[in-house]
């Protein structure tokens, strides 16, 4: 993907600002509502993980974290949105708080899901890398 410009980026803000959680969440079983309720949990989590991208390439890393951490608030499952936000604290200099999104992610994977997940601080530290790199 390439990278958003600013407008696109400010679109994309905008949007993960309008997102007030599942759509009909207090009908969680009309099944009508289960397609795009699906439909967009999904967009919001590919917004934030892009948002949380774009911003670290600008250099704007707590920023970064900060949305990369509202979505992890809305959907606790996603390991890419954990990988973001680990790299922008990497890329922030703030080693210990991506320790902790790691190991925040790798809790919540086994404990609720059963799933391993085994990521180190030096592949987020090549990806930070990257990032500042651009």
Do not use: N
């Not at 999104?101 to 990257?130: P, V």
């Amino acid at each position: 993907m390439e990278r958003p410009g600013d407008a696109e980026l400010t679109a994309m803000l905008a949007a993960l600002d309008l997102y007030d959680g599942p759509f009909l969440a207090d009908a969680p079983y009309f099944d009508p509502a289960a397609a795009t309720r699906d439909a967009l949990s999904g967009t919001y989590r590919d917004l934030a993980v892009a948002a949380t991208r774009a911003l670290c390439e600008r250099g704007q890393y707590l920023r970064a974290a900060s949305i990369g951490r509202r979505g992890i608030e809305r959907d606790p499952y996603c390991e890419e949105i954990y990988r973001s936000v680990a790299a922008a604290y990497l890329a922030a200099g703030d080693t210990a708080a991506a320790a902790r999104i790691r190991e925040s992610c790798r809790t919540k994977m086994y404990d609720d899901l059963g799933i391993s997940i085994d990521w180190d601080q030096a592949e987020s530290g090549r990806r930070s890398a990257a990032v500042t790199r651009l």
